[in-house]
């Protein structure tokens, strides 16, 4: 198996768990697709598990995030715990850098004590059942909701607050090079980056914001195309950061590079990342708008 194989069977393992999260029931999203009741243990879906704790509707995204863990047993929860605890800091923050500090390593360890509700809900749901092995080893979507009062005192207590106030909107404008030409641009309406729009849509998550893909109106406005990129980023504005970029497979790293450029409030920001699947390297470019709109710093490699 080629590198290239083994990177784009990682992305497609993203996109997977992102479309099971949009189609399961656990954050009780409106027009989700919920498995059918009232059917036996062997030949049936299964039906989300009850909320462990007092889960609201109106908890905000931004203290909310989930992992995929095996079973619903304790063999994975603290891990998805910690791994949960670790994002909701970084989006009710707005600085990608905690994710990384060594400072919330003992924290993270114990971040049921910041839990406010948690649920489970299984992504083979559609699959029948065969024996009792199968429900112990099936991988779910473990969703956290954490007590949003207990997260902002964390923060406090690491020098750090939370991010209020309105966030923007992140808008990529990539050229991608790929193992096979022709290069293209990523849009909404190009089948050819289908796998890297739903990539995208993972890390914005991830991070807590919003974006748009753009569409072919937008970059005929802009004047983008692959045989026509512009040196300069279309100019962005309190609502919408337009990030411009390129995304270039690497044969020798092996892994995508990634170049990015933004002007936010009049200063021009870049910043890179090398050797890496699209996804890390979606998730580089996003935390770098994330740092900079929040007013947390500037891209480094510290906040990748």
Partial sequence: MTWHRVFCTVCAGAILFAAAGLAGAADGAPGSARPASGSNYLD????????????????????RAYEIVTG???????????????????????????????????????AAR???CFRYADLMADAPLHDEQGTYDRPHRLTVYFDAAKI??????LGDRPWRGARPIVVPVVLVHGPKPPPYVLSAEDPTGAEQRGSFAV????????????????????GVSAAHFP??????????????????WSETLP??????????HGVDH?????????????RDMIGGVELIASGNGAPGPAAR
């Fill in 44 to 63: 049936s879906r299964l039906l989300p598990t009850e909320p462990q704790g007092s889960c609201t509707s109106k908890a905000s995204p931004i203290y």
């Fill in 72 to 110: 619903t047993d304790m063999r994975q929860r603290p891990w998805g715990f910690a791994q949960t605890f670790r994002e909701v800091l970084v989006k009710a923050s707005g600085d990608p850098r905690l994710k990384h500090d060594p400072r919330i390593e003992r924290l993270a360890a114990e």
């Fill in 114 to 116: 910041y839990v406010a």
């Fill in 152 to 157: 902002d005192a964390v923060l406090a207590s």
């Fill in 203 to 222: 890390a914005a998550g991830q991070f807590g914001l919003r974006y748009r893909i753009p569409g072919e109106a937008d970059l005929a406005r802009w």
């Fill in 231 to 248: 040196a300069v980023p279309p100019p962005s504005s309190a609502a919408e950061a337009i990030v411009a970029g390129t995304l270039d």
């Fill in 255 to 264: 892994g995508w590079i990634g170049k990015w450029q933004m002007r936010w």
């Fill in 270 to 282: 870049n910043w890179s990342v090398s050797g890496v699947n699209y996804d890390a390297a979606f």
